[in-house]
């Protein structure tokens, strides 16, 4: 019953996870309960009250990612040069590539910085996210084919009409 009140409730696949944080709160709020009262409302309440706070804090987990790339994102954009054309240059792809980067996922930004920017291998990767090395593969694979269709999607600005091929380093013509 808990479960499913979860579920109906949005708890999506963290259902199980939102009963078993209720069922917590509830054993350590026994002294609360009033004798006498109905058990089941008492607990269904406290389970709606933790999917109302799993909800509260994605908005708030979301919002959080979201100032931290802001913050970061004016460090990836700048660059050092001695030459002021190249510095030009540099600086704009990068800008690109910084925008392009904005629209992954926060999993997708986080595998491309580890690997890329931090210089990370596979393995180093994963255990810095945590994740399996099979995740980091498949998400980095998915990342770098979203930076792709992002930096060649027409219209777009994309620099001096090239971009960075992040897969091994190399310059590959844009094809328009």
């Known amino acids: 019953m808990a479960v499913r009140t979860a579920s109906l409730l ?15 709160k509830a054993y350590a709020g026994l002294s609360r309960f009033r004798e006498g009262a109905p058990f089941r409302p008492w607990l269904l309440q406290i389970v709606a009250n933790e999917t109302r706070n799993l909800h509260r804090s994605a908005g708030r987990r979301g919002a959080r990612e979201r100032a931290a790339w802001a913050r970061t994102e004016p460090l990836l954009a700048t660059a050092e040069h001695d030459d002021p054309a ?45 994740w399996p090395r ?18 060649t999607q027409p219209g777009e600005p994309t620099g001096a009409g090239d971009r960075a091929n992040l897969a091994d380093g190399k310059q590959v013509e844009r094809g328009v």
């Open 10 to 24: 949005g708890a999506g696949a963290d259902a199980e996870d939102v009963v078993q944080e209720s069922f917590v």
């Open 86 to 130: 190249l510095a030009a240059l540099s600086t704009e792809r990068r800008a690109e590539l910084v925008r392009a980067m904005a629209r992954l996922s926060s999993a997708q930004r986080q595998v491309v910085t580890c690997r890329y920017l931090l210089d990370l291998d596979e393995a180093e990767t994963a255990v810095v996210l945590g």
């Open 134 to 151: 099979g995740t980091v593969k498949s998400r980095l694979h998915r990342a770098l084919r979203r930076l792709s269709d992002v930096l």
